[in-house]
């Protein structure tokens, strides 16, 4: 697992059948601190998040573990939005 702000999304109108009806939104992963962290990453929202949210994110065959992508083509999807995250006691996100 690993946390990320939504920062964009991507619109695509030719993709693989497997893939319709799935949102895919642009992500910046974060480091412990909130700070960006690393490459971007596209992934699929299995959970309704939007833009500015941050969400925990996985990837991988476990990607394909949640009801909306399981049998689907994801390398990346979104599970799970933030509400609050705290580091040794100390908040770090509250939303």
Not at 3 to 27: D, F, N, P, Q
Not at 37 to 63: M, N, P, Q, R, W
């Amino acid at each position: 697992m690993m946390l990320a702000k939504v920062i964009g999304t991507v619109v695509a109108s030719a993709k693989s059948a497997k893939t319709e009806g799935l949102k895919m939104l642009i992500l910046q992963p974060l480091d412990l601190a909130g700070g960006a962290k690393g490459a971007y990453v596209v992934a699929f929202d299995a959970v309704g998040a939007g833009e500015g949210e941050i969400v925990l994110y996985v990837t991988g065959s476990s990607a394909r573990q949640t009801p909306s992508t399981e049998g689907r083509p994801a390398d990346a999807t979104i599970f799970a939005i933030v509400d609050t995250w705290d580091v040794d006691g100390v908040v770090q996100y509250q939303k």
